[in-house]
């Protein structure tokens, strides 16, 4: 990594927790205690995860994922990891590929008037990772064109209008 991308990591890191302590703040002058603590706690749910994302040692998947946030896109992402992680390592290209299409035919599809929020599970379990991309919004596609994804095993779980639940499995090696 260059001096300018650590320079720019640490900028957008900066402003990431800035905003988080505005909110506080702003919460602590509004008197809205109970809304200061779900702030707090979404904060340290949210380091928690993107450490346990770093456990998969899957450096361009976790520098996607982890720098999505930092350009402007219409669906607004949450990571979640649930259970022991292991390395994935083995999989890094398929799994980069899986989350970057995903990622990017949710944006291109999903309408302006609407807010959209995706949340990206990696669910382990003793042999395996099950993920699953929970999307929450407004698509302006139909079921049928999610299987140009088949290269990645990816599984339409549930589809509708407004909500849209999509799963692929990796195994351990």
Known sequence: ??????????????????????LIKANVALK????????????????????????LYVTKVEYYLLTYHWNQHPVQLELEVVGEPFSLKHEEDRLFRLCQA?????????????????????????????????????????????KTLAPFNLQVEEFHEHECLLSASFWKK
């Open 1 to 22: 990594m260059e001096e300018k991308d650590v320079i720019n990591a640490l900028r957008h890191a900066r402003h990431d927790w800035l905003n988080i302590i505005q």
């Open 102 to 146: 995903v990622l990017e035919k949710l944006n291109d599809t999903c309408t302006e008037d609407a807010e959209h929020n995706v949340l990206i599970s990696f669910l382990f379990n003793e042999k395996s990772c099950h993920i699953t991309f929970d999307f929450h919004g407004v698509m302006k596609m139909n079921e049928d064109e999610w």
């Open 32 to 55: 809205r205690y109970d809304r200061i603590e779900d702030i707090i706690e979404k904060a340290t749910q949210q380091a928690f995860c993107e450490s346990r994302l770093s456990s």
